[in-house]
T-cell receptor
Framework: DAKTTQPNSMESNEEEPVHLPCNHS???????IHWYRQLPSQGPEYVIH???SNVNNRMASLAIAEDRKSSTLILHRATLRDAAVYYC???????????FGKGTRLSVIA | DSGVTQTPKHLITATGQRVTLRCSPR?????VYWYQQSLDQGLQFLIQYYNGEERAKGNILERFSAQQFPDLHSELNLSSLELGDSALYFC?????????????FGPGTRLTVL
């Protein structure tokens, strides 16, 4: 299974963009990168996923490096509601479900 | 609201006891996943069911068992409870069984073993 590396914590000012990095140097060519987040006292929620090119949705953007060894989740304007633990997750092989690591705890300062 | 429901929200019990946690997936989802989240271990995958059949197994103890019923709801049974079993237990569901499928998580059941 591919492994990921994320910073333990990051801090951002409200209304500023946030770039959350993830290294996944062992990812295979067909592995999607998923991002989930977990708000305090809630279950994880899906944020975005991608394979090779950059992806955008209403919550965030995902920039995937050309060599696919790293990706960056971009929150364009952080709000206090975005304070959460963000998980970068490559899937396991075949049908193996997602494996959550420690994630990055994002703090947003007003 | 993810559409996944879990009951009960909180459960307090004693060591050695047995409890059952219940999960109702989103309408139309065939896969159900169970996760355990404790302070020191993070979010650990326990087991997955797809359309009533066990699909994948993670770090699930032999004292724990699960099943998915014909109406697709699932139950996680925890027996001979130990203090270390105190944790948040999350259920998630997805439409199919592929690793690329988005998982939708319920609000969790907080289990406290005294």
């Amino acid at each position: 299974d591919a492994k990921t590396t994320q910073p333990n914590s990051m801090e951002s000012n409200e209304e500023e963009p946030v770039h959350l990095p993830c290294n996944h140097s062992t990812i295979s060519g067909t592995d999607y990168i998923h991002w989930y987040r977990q708000l305090p006292s809630q279950g994880p929620e899906y944020v975005i996923h991608g394979l090779t090119s950059n992806v955008n949705n209403r919550m965030a953007s995902l920039a995937i490096a050309e060599d696919r060894k790293s990706s960056t989740l971009i929150l364009h304007r952080a709000t206090l509601r975005d304070a959460a633990v963000y998980y970068c997750i490559p899937p396991g092989s075949g049908n193996t479900p997602l494996v959550f690591g420690k994630g990055t705890r994002l703090s947003v300062i007003a | 609201d993810s559409g996944v429901t879990q009951t009960p929200k909180h459960l307090i019990t004693a060591t050695g006891q047995r409890v059952t946690l219940r999960c109702s997936p989103r309408s139309g989802d065939l896969s159900v996943y169970w996760y355990q989240q404790s302070l020191d271990q993070g979010l650990q995958f326990l087991i997955q069911y797809y359309n009533g059949e066990e699909r994948a197994k993670g770090n699930i103890l032999e004292r724990f068992s699960a099943q998915q019923f014909p109406d697709l709801h699932s139950e996680l049974n925890l027996s001979s409870l130990e203090l270390g079993d105190s944790a948040l237990y999350f259920c998630a569901s997805s439409e199919r069984a592929w690793s690329t499928d988005t998982q939708y998580f319920g609000p969790g059941t907080r289990l406290t073993v005294l």
